[in-house]
Structures are given as C-alpha cells and as structure tokens.
C-alpha cells in the first residue's frame, strides 16, 4: 500500500509480553525501509532506551494516513544493527482502516469560547467534546442558525483560534438547557492542520497507553 513511505511514523505495541517489553505499551518509531516482503523501522525508544523486540514477536502497528487511521499485525523477522538499529517485519498481507471519516477523530473535553458575528463583543462560553483536523463538535447553552460563520477559540491545548461554519444544531438530550453544534473548520492553513494532526494522534497514543482504545 502507498501508505508505507520511508520516514512514516507509526506505533508499535507487542501483542505478548517478554523480558524486554511490557505488553500494553505502544512504541512510537518510523519506517526506514520498504520492501517487498518486508518493513524495517527503525528501533524503538522508551525513557532514553532501545526497546529490543525478540525475533518471532507479533507487534501490532497503528499507521496514521493522510485521511484515515490504518492498523496491522506483523511479526519480527531480524535485528539490523548498520547503518542504524532496525527491525526488520514482515509485509502486512491485510491492512485494516480504522476511520472512514475525512478526518481521525476523537472525544475530548476543551473550554472554549465563541463569538457569534452579531455579537462580536459578547463571547459564549461552552466545550468542545469531538475534535479532528477539519471540525469539531461542541456543547453550548444558546441555540444557533446552521450556515452561521463563527470566531471558536480553544482555551486548552491544542490552542486553536479560527472561523467556523456551524453545520447542525440539536438540543442535548441528557443535559437540559444545552445544544450540540457540529462546526466545520474554515481558513486552516496546511501547517496548522498538521499540528492538529499531530495533536490527535498524540491523544490517540495516550488512550492505547491507558487500554482506552
């Protein structure tokens, strides 16, 4: 698949334990090679130390793509030790696609604040409870017309400040008193959809770390 390129970041995670690795953690490294029967990526480090994966350990690996989040299990064919420390894994023969959606996805919980362009002055407090590169999902306590353009400023990491088309709106079931706007991103330069990218694939780590995802 066109998705393995040299220099890809992916993660790691031994699907059974050993004396070097604990089972649940997730490793992130990056492709240095790609063959026709198989990947090398580069070793892995966890607190300043090469994490070595015993020849015959089954890994699954998470590979995040331009539109989607992919995922695999291989298993560890040899160690390379020149130029650089290597493992070298089998060929994935079936890659699955976690996300059908344009952009990965994933809840969160950030305050935030809105500026409605009748109101310029007057800033609506609420949380952003779904994010990804291209909208987000928010929780506010005043309704609002869909086609709207607003000003949405994330008080929290990733510290997003931009224009956004509100898509729909609908009352919150289980929290009287609130709506739901489903929000598209407007105006976002490349970089900064990188960087929020990055922001949820970080977050994604986190959660396969804790056994959360």
């Known amino acids: 698949m066109d998705i393995f390129k040299v220099n890809q970041k992916l993660e790691v995670q ?9 089972r649940k953690q997730v490793y992130t490294t990056y492709i240095t090679e790609v063959g026709r ?6 070793v892995p480090m966890y607190r300043r ?13 998470w590979v995040p793509g331009p539109t989607a989040l992919y ?11 020149h130029p650089s420390l290597q493992l070298v894994i089998e060929y ?9 959606r344009r952009h990965v996805r994933i809840e969160v919980l950030i ?6 362009p009748d109101s310029p002055d007057e800033c609506l407090e609420g949380h952003v ?19 709207t353009v607003i000003k949405l400023t994330l008080l929290q990491a990733p510290h997003l400040q931009t224009e956004a088309r509100v898509l729909r709106v609908g009352p919150v079931e289980e929290k009287r008193g609130h709506w739901e706007w489903a929000v598209e991103f407007i105006g976002l330069t490349e970089q900064e959809r990188d960087e929020l990218a990055k ?4 977050k994604q780590r986190e959660m396969r770390r804790k056994g959360l995802l």
């Open 14 to 22: 031994p699907l059974s334990s050993s004396l070097l690795t604990k």
């Open 92 to 100: 994935p023969s079936e890659v699955v696609r976690c996300q059908r």
């Open 71 to 81: 995922t695999f299990t291989t298993r560890v064919v040899k160690h390379v030790s």
């Open 199 to 202: 922001f949820i694939f970080a």
């Open 111 to 116: 305050p935030a604040t809105v500026e409605l």
């Open 49 to 61: 130390q090469y994490v070595y994966f015993p020849r015959g350990q089954r890994l699954k690996v």
């Open 37 to 42: 029967e198989t990947l090398s990526i580069a």
């Open 129 to 147: 409870v779904d994010f990804s590169a291209g909208g987000a999902k928010l929780i506010m306590k005043k309704t609002c017309e869909p086609d």
